[in-house]
């Protein structure tokens, strides 16, 4: 009789966007009438830009052609796409990542899933709280996290960092010592981010008590102050104890075209095993490389072309973000984020749960976001709106706002 992985059967419903699509759902079908305006979902809105729409049609071209066609692609990504990654994300920015620590994927949610795989299995996290869902989930199917308390919405296993407006949404070095800490900088949810220095000063702790950093940088192109660090490598001692994941799908709409891609440098070690050797063998045996298309596709995202259209394209969702940021705020909210990262975490007025401002909004303004507590016990009292809809869309949700 087969058994099944009981880790699984740990893994509390997923029910934050279930229940906001059948909440939506029931308002709308008792009142036909009123337009409801979603800021809820992390999902682009604006088409993928001209040139990289050309450098798909030229590869699909290729693709028709015996002498030019492309069959399984190398597992690790082709030489074009890594050589345009470490010379513009990296090398211009002053990070010595060569071509080869860099391995080319589908996107950053397998990557982050993935990543726990090359870990032990009594390796503590420590996770942001409120936090992107992927990093627990993939370690609680791992058998990493221990059990779950549903009173308090927190693993027995897991070191969780509050990230409030207590602390700035900075989060502190914990009392007990993690082995893997994810950081996600900008952050998703908050939309806050930290400074360099505070940067440095989690890879000086890194190194110091032996842990390893996953840095999930999926919101850097949205980096607008001076003081943030573009890629956790702009630290010193950072390649002896970071992984860093990057997503095409933010930077340039490519959620549902599929593109990411994770850093293992070589130097990052336990004892005399090199992770990078790791992570390949992993890559390699699992993935059998992202598509020629696609890749052409990311290739593009540095093309001359590709970066002054995608510079427009971050300014329009940014335009968003201030609109809702300074809307909010003239109407009296206390806001955060929104300045290096697409989402607007707003504290709920009146003491409101999360939940109790999601049905509010809803029913008064007919407005969608995301209730703050769907991403960890510190988001209760919090909530998310998004950047990412239609200008037109954005303006008037805030008048509906302001409103109220
Ligand atoms: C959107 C997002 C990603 C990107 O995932 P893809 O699989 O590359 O689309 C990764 N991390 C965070 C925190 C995100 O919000």
Redesign the pocket.
């Known amino acids: 009789m087969f058994q099944i992985n009981d880790n699984y059967q740990k893994l509390p419903g997923s029910y934050l966007f279930s229940t906001i699509a059948k909440k939506v759902a029931a308002f709308s079908e008792a009142n036909p009438d009123k337009t409801i305006i979603r800021l809820g979902i992390?999902d682009v809105t604006q088409p993928i830009a001209p040139a990289i729409i050309d450098a798909m049609h030229k590869a699909v071209d290729e693709m028709a052609d015996a002498k030019t066609f492309r069959g399984y692609a190398p597992d690790l990504g082709y030489e074009f796409l890594r050589k345009a990654i470490a010379d513009n994300d990296y090398k211009a920015r002053g990070c010595d990542i060569e071509a080869d620590e860099i391995f080319v994927s589908d996107?950053?949610?397998?990557d982050?899933g993935n990543i726990q795989e090359i870990f032990g299995a009594d390796n503590r996290i420590a996770v942001c709280d409120p936090v992107?869902p992927v990093y627990v989930d993939s370690n609680v199917m791992a058998g990493r996290t221990g059990t779950y308390d549903a009173a308090t919405g927190m693993w027995s296993n897991v070191i969780y960092m509050p990230c409030t407006r207590e602390n700035n949404f900075v989060p502190e070095f914990p009392k007990e010592t993690p082995d893997m800490i994810y950081l996600?900088l900008p952050n998703?949810p908050t939309g806050t981010t930290i400074t360099k220095a505070q940067l440095q000063e989690w890879v000086d702790y890194a190194n110091k008590v032996g842990a390893v950093i996953i840095y999930?940088g999926?919101y850097e192109a949205y980096i607008s102050e001076d003081d943030v660090a573009h890629s956790i490598y702009e630290c010193e001692g950072a390649k002896t104890c970071a992984i860093e994941?990057k997503?095409?799908?933010?930077n340039a709409g490519f959620?549902g075209v599929r593109l990411?891609y994770t850093v293992v440098p070589k130097e990052l070690k336990c004892g005399d095993v090199s992770l990078h050797s790791m992570w390949a063998r992993r890559h390699g045996t699992k993935f059998n490389g992202a598509p020629y298309i696609i890749q052409r596709a990311g290739e593009a995202v540095y093309s001359e072309a590709g970066k002054a259209q995608l510079k427009e394209q971050i300014a329009y969702y940014m335009k968003n973000a201030k609109t809702i940021k300074s809307g909010l705020q003239e109407t009296g909210f206390e806001v955060y984020g929104g300045v290096n990262a697409p989402y607007i975490w707003l504290k709920t007025p009146d003491s409101m749960t999360s939940w109790e401002f999601f049905d509010y909004l809803l029913e008064k303004a007919n407005v969608v976001g995301t209730p703050g507590s769907g991403f960890g016990p510190s988001g209760e009292g919090y909530f998310r709106l998004t950047a990412f809809g239609s200008y037109e869309n954005t303006v008037a949700a805030l008048e509906r706002i302001k409103a109220l």
């Open positions: 992390g996107g950053a949610k397998s982050s992107y996600c998703n999930d999926a994941l997503s095409f799908s933010k959620t990411g």
